[in-house]
């Protein structure tokens, strides 16, 4: 080896090692990154797991069979079957009786009360509800299905634990001996809770549902996309093909910009203010609620309403100049349904982004008890954020799984819009 040649190969093993360093601190970047995918679907994974094995028993009931004498005297004493009649009966009280000549053993006062309570207070909903589909069961005994109690709903899921000392649990001893002489008759079953998705709101869980709230949401998002899509596109329209460059149509963009960025809630004082202070509009409607999301998602659809406009080749827009179109008819014609796959996606996450706002409803009324399912937009009305806000404030233990349950809800519908919106994106998506 000559002189001449020595800085060459030290040149040469210099670079050699600056690369094996950039590759080195290459693979640590990506393991990185890897990582943090990893934690961020762990907690992701965590956070399902937990709302799921704690909100799944939302979607069951406890049914009871309780042998039930409906007495003709008692529910139709004029024997014409007339409708109204079988509506008013009590049957709550045969209920009782019922559960009276079940255990006869139970005399005292506050052992009857107990007793009742093994049931739900709506139970004899039930046997009116079986008694009219079928009115050939007055006068005999039918062993009939009632809804238990929310307690003796958690005692048979498991969530109250028999084993504890009978101070330490809502349970009472003598209530789990009545509870396991109706399992050993095999009068004690687990059914699918349709009430939960059928029903509305109530202060007794096991007759909870989230139907009011999901028809509320309706409503509110419906009020919400009609204000909301073609005030945005047009204006996303303007601003980018016809508005001139100066110095308002900066400062517009701006200030949409920001209003973007705002907390919610500011939007849920504006609302207080202007739609419920000084026009006087209903408290608590899917009106009022859904004029205040437009407020907050409005900006959204404009900034991807202009987005999608932006990506549009400006050879389209120069081509259909060329040819004569008006740029009215450019816009219409060519770059807005070009566009509009781009708009549908930011106007769909927009509306899910909207659907899961609890804050700015919650300063127009909006979390009030609202046992009836709302007919219209004017109607008081909750939604699905709300009643979950609701359910999770409840002292009662067995909202807790109603509150899962409603967020599994809640997700589900996010999911299926956000999938929606890529089916959307993915379906009529050009590639320039």
């Not at 009280?93 to 009360?113: C, S, Y």
């Not at 649990?169 to 789990?176: F, P, S």
């Not at 809640?410 to 320039?432: G, H, P």
Request: a neutral charge; charged letters at 20%; hydrophobic letters at 45%.
């Amino acid at each position: 080896m000559t002189e001449s040649t020595m800085p060459t190969l030290r040149r040469a093993d210099l670079s050699e090692a600056r690369l094996k360093r950039r590759y080195a601190a290459e693979r640590r970047f990506r393991l990185y990154g890897i990582s943090a995918i990893v934690a961020a679907l762990s907690i992701l994974g965590l956070l399902i797991g937990t709302i799921v094995s704690n909100g799944y028993t939302a979607f069951q009931q406890t049914y009871l069979a309780i042998p039930v004498h409906l007495d003709a005297q008692a529910i139709d004493p004029q024997g014409d079957r007339d409708p109204q009649t079988l509506h008013s009966a009590d049957y709550q009280g045969l209920v009782k009786q019922a559960l009276r000549e079940m255990f006869p053993e139970v005399t005292g006062r506050r052992d009857k009360l107990k007793l009742y309570g093994l049931v739900s207070s709506a139970a004899g909903y039930d046997v009116r509800d079986q008694v009219v589909a079928d009115p050939a069961l007055i006068g005999t005994t039918q062993t009939l299905w009632m809804r238990s109690s929310d307690d003796v709903d958690s005692l048979i899921k498991g969530a109250i634990d028999r084993r504890l000392p009978e101070s330490d649990r809502r349970v009472k001893d003598n209530e789990i001996r009545w509870i396991e002489s109706l399992e050993s008759r095999g009068g004690v079953e687990l059914r699918f809770n349709s009430a939960f998705l059928t029903s509305g709101d109530s202060r007794e869980p096991e007759q909870a549902g989230i139907w009011g709230a999901v028809v509320g949401s309706a409503y509110t998002l419906l009020v919400t996309l009609l204000l909301t899509f073609p005030v945005g596109v047009l204006s996303a329209v303007y601003l980018e093909e016809f508005a001139p460059k100066n110095r308002w149509t900066d400062l517009i963009e701006v200030n949409i910009n920001n209003l973007a960025a705002v907390p919610s809630i500011i939007f849920g004082l504006l609302g207080l203010a202007v739609f419920l202070g000084t026009f006087g509009l209903p408290r608590s409607a899917p009106l009022v609620g859904g004029m205040v999301l437009a407020l907050m998602t409005l900006p959204t659809i404009i900034i991807a309403g202009r987005a999608a406009l932006k990506a549009v080749p400006p050879s389209i827009r120069e081509a259909a100049l060329g040819i004569g179109a008006s740029p009215l008819q450019v816009v219409t014609h060519h770059v807005l349904p070009l566009a509009l796959p781009g708009i549908m996606t930011g106007t769909i996450i927009g509306m899910a982004q909207a659907l899961g706002e609890t804050a700015p409803l919650l300063m127009i009324g909006m979390v009030a008890f609202i046992v009836d399912v709302p007919g219209g937009v004017t109607d008081p009305a909750t939604v699905l954020p709300v009643q979950i806000y609701l359910w999770a404030d409840s002292p009662e233990r067995a909202f807790m799984e109603k509150t899962n349950g409603a967020i599994m809800v809640l997700l589900a519908f996010l999911i299926v819009m956000n999938a929606l919106a890529v089916l959307l994106r993915k379906r009529f998506e050009r590639k320039w």
